[in-house]
């Protein structure tokens, strides 16, 4: 019985970033002696099992056989013969079928063994599919793309990007559940540079199968007064990498992502404008989010942002009541947070133009600064004055914090 580190912590390693977790892989054992040293078992499909003692998991070394489309139609076979190498050819990329033998006290021992060349691959930075197998599984596009967010001077080597392409053609990536493509793609928002794993995806076809709405931006062209060299598809990956840049959080960076969905079917006689694509914006959001079962959190930012970043990017231009009708649908009153964050959006979106990168946003400001003056209103008091009208108190409460605005709309930013 060996122990081996197998996948990203020896690919990490050898890229001198930090190792957040290992797999390991064990080879010539059973279940039986795994359970006789303390090892508890977890696994469903096919056996893994918890240290007694770091509780980390370790699986049997396994082969798989594809039986059906889709990510859970496949066949394991575990037995004390499978060895390492044929454990390790069913992974994905060259570059995370390395593996390292370790001790039970989990340091490592040896060499590195690496039957695939993924050490050359990364020195070359390439993505590189270890063999055939790669087809069988569809999510595998889906983690190159988010390893390409994260690894953003890899390329894709072009046998596995046709590889790809074939897999998406043959329908594979249609067959993959709603809660794998979102918690891919959402892990992949959160890399370092989102944009390349739209990238990848669009490449290789799956972007048009994943997220019809945004691979509809491509070719639409933007307004000829921000930068008519940059269409639609590409302005919005400059602010999805533009949110990344700042570390915004998952929800700001899919609102950024989704915000201008409504311009790939803006009517073509009016083009370059993009009249009342806000709305379209949301209409197309929203089916989206059923689709790939989108966390509330995510959700509702994305469609405010959708339908209000217009408002908000014209915010300088607005009087007292105006800005006080925006903050109230914006239910920035009741959620500042969640404004705030709508706030970074919409920046992101005034900054991804090419020559605006570094353009003050002073509307983010002259925003927060209204919500203050609005949220000094004592509505319970307004309120009272009004017990014997209560039709008439929210009518009350908004014209007080208009006055609120309004008699601090000179001290306002911008």
């Not at 593996?99 to 690496?114: H, K």
């Not at 999510?139 to 072009?158: W, Y």
């Not at 990536?173 to 990848?200: N, T």
Request: with cysteine; charged share 30%; net charge negative.
């Amino acid at each position: 019985m060996k122990i081996y580190v197998v996948g990203g912590a020896i690919r990490d390693a050898l890229l001198g970033l930090p190792v957040k977790d290992r797999d390991y892989v064990v080879v010539g054992a059973t279940p039986e002696q795994m359970i006789a040293q303390g090892f508890r078992p977890v696994g469903k499909d096919f056996p893994v099992f918890l240290h007694p003692r770091t509780q980390e998991e370790y699986a049997l070394a396994r082969t798989e056989r594809k039986t059906a489309l889709g990510y859970h139609g496949f066949q394991f076979y575990f037995a004390p013969d499978v060895t390492l190498e044929e454990d390790l050819v069913r992974r994905d990329l060259t570059i995370n079928a390395m593996a390292r033998e370790c001790l039970p006290d989990s340091s490592l021992t040896g060499e590195i063994v690496d039957p695939f060349n993924g050490r050359a691959d990364l020195e070359r930075r390439v993505f590189r599919h270890v063999g055939e197998a790669f087809v069988e599984d569809p999510v595998r596009i889906l983690r190159l793309a988010r390893f390409a967010a994260r690894f953003a001077d890899f390329t894709v080597a072009p046998e596995t990007l046709a590889l790809m392409r074939h897999m998406v053609e043959a329908g594979e990536v249609d067959a993959l559940v709603p809660e794998r493509v979102w918690q891919e793609i959402s892990r992949g928002l959160m890399e370092d540079k989102p944009s390349r794993m739209f990238d990848v995806l669009r490449e290789s076809g799956a972007l048009a199968r994943i997220l019809p709405e945004v691979d509809g931006l491509y070719g639409v062209p933007q307004r000829a007064d921000y930068h008519p060299e940059v269409d639609t598809g590409v302005h919005v990956m400059m602010v999805l990498d533009h949110a990344a840049h700042q570390g915004y959080s998952l929800p700001v960076r899919f609102a950024a992502l989704t915000h201008d969905l409504g311009k790939a079917t803006t009517p073509v006689d009016i083009l370059p404008r993009h009249i009342g694509h806000e709305g379209r914006s949301v209409d197309l959001l929203k089916p989206l989010c059923d689709r790939l079962k989108v966390p509330n959190e995510c959700r509702e930012l994305a469609v405010l942002v959708a339908r209000e970043h217009g408002n908000i990017h014209r915010a300088r231009e607005l009087n007292a009541a105006a800005l006080v009708r925006l903050l109230e649908r914006c239910d920035a009153l009741r959620k500042p947070a969640r404004f705030a964050e709508a706030l970074q959006a919409c920046e992101s979106d005034a900054r991804g133009r090419l020559g605006f990168e570094q353009q003050a946003y002073a509307q983010a400001a002259r925003l927060r600064e209204a919500l203050i003056e609005a949220r000094k209103v004592d509505a319970g008091a307004v309120a009272a004055q009004f017990v014997d009208r209560p039709a008439q108190i929210k009518d009350a409460v908004h014209k007080a914090r208009v006055e609120a605005v309004e008699a601090a709309m000179e001290r306002l930013p911008g």
